[in-house]
Antibody, heavy 119, light 108 residues
Framework: EVRLVDSGGALVKPGGSLRLSCEAS????????MNWVRQAPGKGLERVAS????????YYLDSVKGRFTISRDNGKNSLYLQMTSLRVDDTAVYYC????????????WGQGTLVTVSS | SSELSQDPAVLSVALGQTVRITCQGD??????ASWYQQRPGQAPVLIVH???IRSSGVPDRFSGSSSGTTASLTITGARAEDEADYYC??????????FGGGTKLTVL
């Protein structure tokens, strides 16, 4: 069974930092590109960052470039999102999600972890 | 283009009525959209992808279609348990995932 378990969300002050983690199981993690997708309260889905299978290529939403870093450890079946200089508008539930090359599918999602940026 | 326009944003239908949600964007001339259902407090779930392929366990009242730059999700005979938010997605010019703005469906 494919499983993605997100963790690391917390209440943090503006300007602070946080590291999210996603532990994958039930599939060959190193074979899939991965995404972090967020959802602000009452809003829609927004892809924040993505990474290819080996971690050599990363892509970011313009508003998080230079502040967020996506990475992965294929040996530990884990995906990470290092977030710095956090802003109030980064407040959201963050989901890790598995990408399927050759389609538009994001076929499996973590349960989400809540990041709240507030003073 | 890196945008998907999803309509309507809000939709209320009677039990048993047919629902149609559309998703429009230039990228849809190159890709089949995927569709997700999200119930309150839960993560999105993939329900339809490719050329009208339903995920395992998804009832056949859900169907997807495509024409030009527009993709559609149809629910034939909406049920109370279909009340949820629905999202389409495609890929942008750099092959990154993009999402439509979502449709909030209420079944009365």
């Amino acid at each position: 069974e494919v499983r993605l378990v997100d963790s690391g969300g917390a209440l943090v002050k503006p300007g602070g930092s946080l590291r999210l983690s996603c532990e994958a199981s039930g599939f060959i993690f190193e074979s899939y590109p991965m995404n972090w997708v967020r959802q602000a309260p009452g809003k829609g889905l927004e892809r924040v960052a993505s990474i290819n299978t080996r971690g050599a290529y990363t892509y970011y939403l313009d508003s998080v470039k230079g502040r967020f870093t996506i990475s992965r450890d294929n040996g530990k079946n884990s995906l990470y999102l290092q977030m710095t200089s956090l802003r109030v508008d980064d407040t959201a539930v963050y989901y890790c999600a598995r990408d399927v090359v050759g389609s538009t599918m994001v076929d499996y999602w973590g349960q989400g972890t809540l990041v709240t940026v507030s003073s | 283009s890196s945008e998907l326009s999803q309509d309507p944003a809000v939709l209320s239908v009677a039990l048993g009525q047919t629902v149609r949600i559309t998703c429009q964007g230039d990228s849809l001339s190159n890709y089949f959209a995927s569709w997700y259902q999200q119930r309150p407090g839960q993560a999105p779930v993939l329900i339809v992808h490719g050329k009208n392929i339903r995920s395992s366990g998804v009832p056949d009242r859900f169907s997807g279609s495509s024409s030009g730059t527009t993709a559609s999700l149809t629910i034939t005979g909406a049920r109370a348990e279909d009340e949820a938010d629905y999202y389409c997605n495609s890929r942008d010019s750099t092959y990154q995932v993009i999402f439509g703005g979502g449709t909030k469906l209420t079944v009365l």
